[in-house]
């Protein structure tokens, strides 16, 4: 069973929004910190945005800052990104990547969801 699944990617004109949203399965521990990251085509994987498990802290990539949003709801064991005034850059895989509980590495990944941007 997969960790982690994503859901909410799909395509969008620039300037639009998408909100991508990540639920831990029912066997995934609870988790401490979560993460997406993305991959575009030809690319190294990055990091897009991370919070904690209280929501006290988070932290963006510079590219996103003032455009992404990242939260979560730890009853529904989701984490969300909310996506606004998107670029054709912005074309990737999504990634959802939790550590445990008191871990510091992303032990749990999902399957990734694509996201488009036409300009």
């Known amino acids: 069973q997969v960790p982690l699944v994503e859901s909410g990617g799909g395509s969008v004109q620039a300037g639009g929004s998408l909100r991508v949203s990540c639920t831990a399965s029912?066997?995934?521990?609870?988790?401490?910190?979560m993460a997406w990251f993305r991959q575009a085509p030809g690319k190294e994987r990055e990091f897009v945005a991370r919070?904690?498990?209280?929501?006290?802290?988070?932290y963006y990539a510079d590219f996103v800052k003032g455009r992404f949003t990242i939260s979560r709801d730890n009853v529904k064991d989701t984490v969300y990104l909310q996506m606004n005034r998107l670029e054709s850059e912005d074309t990737a895989v999504y990634y959802c990547?939790?550590?445990?509980?008191?871990?510091?590495?992303?032990?749990?990944w999902g399957q990734g969801t694509q996201v488009s941007v036409s300009s």
């Open positions: 919070i904690n498990r209280a929501g006290g802290m988070i």
């Open positions: 029912g066997r995934t521990p609870r988790t401490g910190m």
């Open positions: 990547a939790a550590t445990r509980l008191y871990g510091s590495e992303y032990d749990y």
